[in-house]
Structure formats: structure tokens, C-alpha cells
């Protein structure tokens, strides 16, 4: 158990439709970062907060938002929700942001299924 | 070409094996390298971390890192099925910047 936590485990919703993916970080962590993993796509970075601000933003579409609220929590809103959005999103977490903090702690994912 | 390379797989060896995998890069500005394992339907757990060239063993595990052929490995001595998951390799170009990972190499070990 690496002390991050993800919620839900599994979402399934349809095409169009809004969802809100929930992290919580190890305790004492100050960064949050989400990754998106499709079987085509691999691991891909998608945003990254460090004590509530943004700090580095990957492939991440117009259609997805995230924020981290002062209790360090994550959020991931994915909108307009398509087909291709189908994956395994992953929030990650470790103790520093711009100092350097190599160790990502993974969390166990949310799956999410657009049909 | 993409950034990080790596052979997919499937590896199958029998217990006992030592197991080598493998990834090439092509941006030389990589200085941290680092190993994830990644069991099925779970999240990618840190097994190495290395910084610029050089070897790093801890138990049974050894990452090497040869910036001059844009190359890292990670060898598994005395391979056990519990090892069997999918290994991530990943880099970045600062102790800040964002991690870029490998495709992942599947790998069965079997009893």
C-alpha cells in the first residue's frame, strides 16, 4: 500500500457525459500528479499540482481540468467524454515539487470505462 | 521515434533465471533513470532510482545507465514468480521535470 488514494476504483459512464476522479496523497505530500495508461499510450504524464498551484502540464486535453484544494487533495474532471478516453488514470504523489522529488508514490487507479 | 524505447515482450523465463531488461532513449538531456514495476490492474511501484551513469544494486536488482549509447538496464538475479509484472522504465531531464516512461516490458517468471 503506497498511502495514496484513488476513488472510485471503476467508473463507467457514457459518451458526453462528466466524471470527477478523486486522489488523496501520502501524508506529508505536496505534489499530485495524474497519468492517464491506455493500452496504445503507455504511461502518460498529464498535470502535475504542488501545494495547490500547477506546476507542469503533459498531454493533457482542453477537455480535462484538474485542482488541488488546500487539504492536498486531487481532483480530475474529464468532460465531453469520449470513447478514446477509456483507460486507467493514476494519480501519484511525493514529498517535493520544484526541489526535486524523484519518488512517486503511485496510487491503485481509477478505471474508466466510456461506452 | 519515441522518446523512450522499450521491448514489450512478452519475456518468459523459468525460476531461478537472471532476467535482463532493457531501454533506449534518444534525448541526451535525461539524467535521472528510474525502474517502476507495475502488477496487473495496479499502480507502478519504484523499484530503481539512478542518477547519470553508473551501476546500483539492492538485493537482487541491479540498474545500470550508459549515457553515452542512450542506454539503462535492469538485471534480476535469481528470478522469482513473483516478479512476474510488467517493468516500467522512466527518465527525466532534471530532479523536477516531468517523468517520461517506457512502454513497459511484460515479464512472466515461471515455476
Known amino acids: 500500500d503506497s498511502g495514496v488514494t484513488q476513488t472510485p476504483k471503476h467508473l463507467i459512464t457514457a459518451t458526453g457525459q462528466r466524471v470527477t476522479l478523486r486522489c488523496s496523497p501520502r501524508s506529508g505530500d505536496l505534489s499530485v500528479y495524474w497519468y492517464q495508461q491506455s493500452l496504445d499510450q503507455g504511461l502518460q504524464f498529464l498535470i502535475q499540482?504542488?501545494?495547490?498551484?500547477?506546476?507542469a502540464k503533459g498531454n493533457i486535453l482542453e477537455r480535462f481540468s484538474a485542482q488541488q484544494f488546500p487539504d492536498l487533495h486531487s481532483e480530475l474532471n474529464l468532460s465531453s467524454l469520449e470513447l478514446g478516453d477509456s483507460a486507467l488514470y493514476f494519480c501519484?504523489?511525493?514529498?517535493?515539487?520544484?526541489?526535486?522529488?524523484?519518488?512517486?508514490?503511485f496510487g491503485p487507479g481509477t478505471r474508466l470505462t466510456v461506452t | 521515434q519515441k522518446e523512450v524505447e522499450q521491448d514489450p515482450g512478452p519475456l518468459s523465463v523459468p525460476e531461478g533465471a537472471i532476467v535482463s531488461l532493457n531501454c533506449t532513449y534518444s534525448n541526451s538531456a535525461f539524467q535521472y533513470f528510474m525502474w517502476y514495476r507495475q502488477y496487473s490492474r495496479k499502480g507502478p511501484e519504484l523499484l530503481m532510482y539512478t542518477y547519470s551513469s553508473g551501476n546500483k544494486e539492492d538485493g537482487r536488482f541491479t540498474a545500470q545507465v550508459d549515457k553515452s549509447s542512450k542506454y539503462i538496464s535492469l538485471f534480476i538475479r535469481d528470478s522469482q514468480p513473483s516478479d512476474s509484472a510488467t517493468y516500467l522504465c522512466a527518465m527525466r531531464r532534471t530532479s523536477y521535470d516531468k517523468v517520461i516512461f517506457g512502454p513497459g516490458t511484460s515479464l512472466s517468471v515461471i515455476p
Open positions: 501519484a504523489s511525493s514529498v517535493g515539487g520544484s526541489e526535486g522529488s524523484y519518488e512517486q508514490y
Open positions: 499540482y504542488y501545494n495547490g498551484e500547477e506546476r
